[in-house]
């Protein structure tokens, strides 16, 4: 009998051990899923990324790892970032890696993660240092879709005791961290793209006012320039506008699957630790005092999922309309900042299309987000009707006022958003500042 209790009580604690390295690994996706969403740049937020996975312990993983960005043309591997201490050698040394060279190389040519329990022992750890201590390695292929877009390496114990998940661990994040430094490269690629076309206009201005005997062929000239800069522009515009419904569906995806799968497993989770809670004896206090400590983790848990998950796509959206989410939105602000809210939104029903509830939304969100930041109101008035078949969206705050160079700058992005937002429908933005009074943001879009 004490065999028997023994051997349940051991099948007991490995089934919490289980249970406890789940939760965990769900912790560094969730840490490693909100990195990736932060606004910061490329290099900023893979370090925030790498120093995340190292604090997950049972990978064995030394405070100290790097990515590469893979060159596919000229088939070589360019150190992008490090995290943790590398000697100036390595970091001179390690600049290029070729495909198919030493150990990052061959997880480049492969797309296969890569483990090595110790650089010495292993013929595939072509390159030494003078400083070189023993290490073992993950390597992991990044790689978006089937594109590589890079490797990560992370450090290790010598001869670690594998984490039996590692792997899948790995390869979910790689696929993360490629996605996400594609997206960023693709922003990055749109904003060279207009500044560039700004300073083609800049440019073609001034040839017009310095060229005064050339003045026919240079508006002739300038007019052609022109239609190309409107086609261009309207390119970008509907690149943007493709990039956005992107965003968009890729925000409703990760918040189906993050709510949904992590949400479930984090609830079946805190149940069977219930269950076991209440199946052990009371003589047991230490084991119950964890369990219930494990309760309150899971359920501080569970209530990230479910603000990360309202955050990147509120369901009230998709599942009431475009009214209860503009209350939503608004008590959120309320329970965070005390703003007060008039609400006066559209009496009678009114079918909008999915893009177009999204974009008013997204706008109401800007408003929202300018509002908090630079308008100091208490008070918020925000009416939505139909009139004459448009549809009059009106924001009124009782803040500073907006200054008419704030509205006009380059520099205020939020507000560049929301006339780009408005003008994808074929609507337009009025900003109304009145100084010590507030603001007032009327959009209005035809249906």
Not at 121 to 137: I, L, Y
Not at 180 to 204: G, M, P, T, Y
Not at 267 to 282: G, R, V
Request: proline letters at 2%.
């Amino acid at each position: 009998m004490f065999l028997v209790g023994n051997s349940e009580s051991i099948l007991m604690r490995s089934e919490n051990e289980n249970k406890t390295l789940l939760a965990q690994e769900y912790k560094v996706l969730h840490e490693v899923s909100r990195a990736l969403q932060s606004s910061l740049d490329i290099k900023e937020m893979l370090e925030n990324v790498l120093w995340s996975i190292t604090q997950f312990e049972e990978l064995k993983v030394e405070q100290k790892a790097g990515i590469f960005l893979a060159d596919t043309d000229k088939k070589v591997l360019k150190l992008y970032t490090t995290v943790g201490y590398f000697s100036e050698e390595f970091l001179e040394k390690e600049k290029e890696v070729p495909f198919g060279d030493c150990l990052c190389g061959r997880v480049a040519v492969s797309g296969q993660l890569l483990m090595s329990e110790s650089c010495f022992a292993d013929s595939r750890h072509e390159r030494t240092f003078s400083d070189m201590t023993a290490h073992g390695h993950y390597i992991v292929p990044l790689k978006s879709q089937q594109d590589l877009i890079g490797v990560m390496f992370l450090y290790t114990n010598t001869n670690p005791s594998w984490y039996r998940h590692s792997q899948e661990v790995l390869i979910s994040i790689g696929g993360l961290i490629a996605n996400a430094i594609k997206r960023k490269q693709i922003d990055e690629e749109l904003n060279r793209h207009r500044n560039h076309l700004e300073e083609l206009v800049d440019s073609r201005t001034s040839e017009l006012t310095q060229a005064n005997t050339r003045l026919k062929i240079e508006i002739d000239h300038h007019k052609e320039t022109q239609v190309d800069l409107i086609s261009s522009r309207e390119q970008l515009r509907k690149l943007s506008n493709q990039i956005q419904a992107v965003r968009e569906e890729e925000k409703t995806r990760i918040s189906r699957e993050v709510h949904d799968r992590l949400g479930q497993a984090l609830t079946a989770l805190k149940m069977d630790t219930s269950h076991i809670e209440k199946k052990l004896p009371s003589e047991q206090a230490d084991l119950k005092e964890r369990l219930q400590s494990m309760t309150v983790t899971i359920d501080d848990t569970i209530k990230s999922v479910q603000q990360i998950a309202m955050e990147l796509r509120p369901p009230v959206l998709d599942a009431f309309g475009l009214c209860e989410a503009i209350e939503w939105e608004a008590g959120e602000c309320k329970k965070r900042y005390g703003i007060n809210f008039d609400l006066n939104c559209l009496q009678d029903h009114v079918n909008l299309e999915t893009n177009l509830k999204t974009a008013f939304f997204r706008i109401f969100q800007e408003i929202l987000t300018n509002i908090v930041r630079h308008s100091k109101a208490t008070n918020v008035r925000v009416s939505f009707n139909l009139i004459e078949d448009t549809l009059i969206f009106e924001v009124e705050d009782n803040g500073i006022g907006i200054k008419e160079e704030n509205i006009n700058s380059s520099n205020s992005i939020g507000l560049i958003g929301i006339q780009e937002r408005a003008h994808s429908f074929k609507g337009k933005v009025e900003f109304d500042g009145f100084p010590g009074k507030g603001t007032k943001i009327t959009v209005k879009i035809p249906i």
